[in-house]
Nanobody, 115 residues
Framework: QVQLVESGGGLVQAGGSLRLSCAASGSISSFNAMGWYRQAAGKQREYVARIVRSGSMYYADSVKGRFTISRDNAKNTVYLQMNSLKPEDTAVYYC?????????WGQGTQVTVSS
């Protein structure tokens, strides 16, 4: 089973940018969809963005226009470019292979946005 490792999180001021990476241990080109999710302290994990095999991208309303998801099949990596960050974007961010069965999750990377 493929394993996912997220990186790129950190502390940033409101209005700043970060780029998250999700490196897979194997090929991601065959997966129908990969996504980014986040979980703030005391809250449920929520959907952030998705990229499907065709290359189409989808976003939660809360991040639309600010975040961009992309994938590099040659590097087996999915990215999340986050611009105009807000304090409410503070969370642990997870990438996932979205399967019909249980998703495959990474361990997460912390993003903290200070006001």
């Amino acid at each position: 089973q493929v394993q996912l490792v997220e990186s790129g999180g950190g502390l940033v001021q409101a209005g700043g940018s970060l780029r998250l990476s999700c490196a897979a241990s194997g090929s991601i080109s065959s997966f129908n969809a990969m996504g980014w999710y986040r979980q703030a302290a005391g809250k449920q994990r929520e959907y952030v963005a998705r990229i499907v095999r065709s290359g189409s991208m989808y976003y939660a309303d809360s991040v639309k226009g600010r975040f961009t998801i992309s994938r590099d099949n040659a590097k087996n990596t999915v990215y999340l470019q986050m611009n105009s960050l807000k304090p409410e974007d503070t969370a642990v961010y997870y990438c996932a292979v979205e399967l019909i069965g249980p998703y495959i999750w990474g361990q997460g990377t912390q993003v903290t946005v200070s006001s």
